[in-house]
């Protein structure tokens, strides 16, 4: 049924606990591929050379390592692991990979921002959930 697992990750607890269930979830599957991908926002032109290089190896190196711990939490899987590291909102990214890879489940965690801001603008979760085109299993 979930031949294509996407783990969507930003280093909170949750999307630790979301790695361990999807890998859960591609050992009951059996499924063919899971995809692990990090989101980071853009760093902005206006912070000029040389702090914007500074900024981009900074976000890498710590997108590098949310996603080693990722893999870590995953394990041992019989398919076929591919990460990606996507710059840009967060949502869309994980929205636009979930197409482009085909991907038959979205798995995240779930993050509640407890602000007025967070409830008017909607978490990462909330927007994956109004705007995929599979299933997405958000995990506490």
Avoid: W
Avoid at 17 to 38: G, P, S
Avoid at 60 to 81: H, R
Avoid at 86 to 96: Q, R, S, V
Avoid at 105 to 112: H, Q
């Amino acid at each position: 049924m979930f031949e294509k697992v996407l783990l969507a990750v930003d280093g909170s607890e949750h999307a630790l606990h979301a790695a361990r269930t999807a890998a859960d979830l591609v050992r009951t599957m059996k499924a063919n591929e899971l995809r692990i991908v990090v989101a980071y926002d853009f760093i902005p032109p206006y912070l000029g050379e040389p702090n914007m290089q500074y900024a981009i190896d900074a976000r890498m190196e710590e997108a590098k390592m949310i996603m080693q711990k990722a893999v870590d939490a995953v394990g041992d899987v019989s398919c076929e692991i591919h990460t990606e590291l996507l710059e840009g909102p967060a949502a869309e990214a994980i929205i636009d990979v979930a197409n482009t890879r085909k991907s038959n489940v979205i798995v995240m965690g779930s993050r509640g921002l407890g602000t007025l801001a967070g409830l008017l603008l909607g978490s990462t979760s909330q927007k994956v959930v109004a705007h995929a085109h599979c299933p997405v299993l958000i995990v506490r």
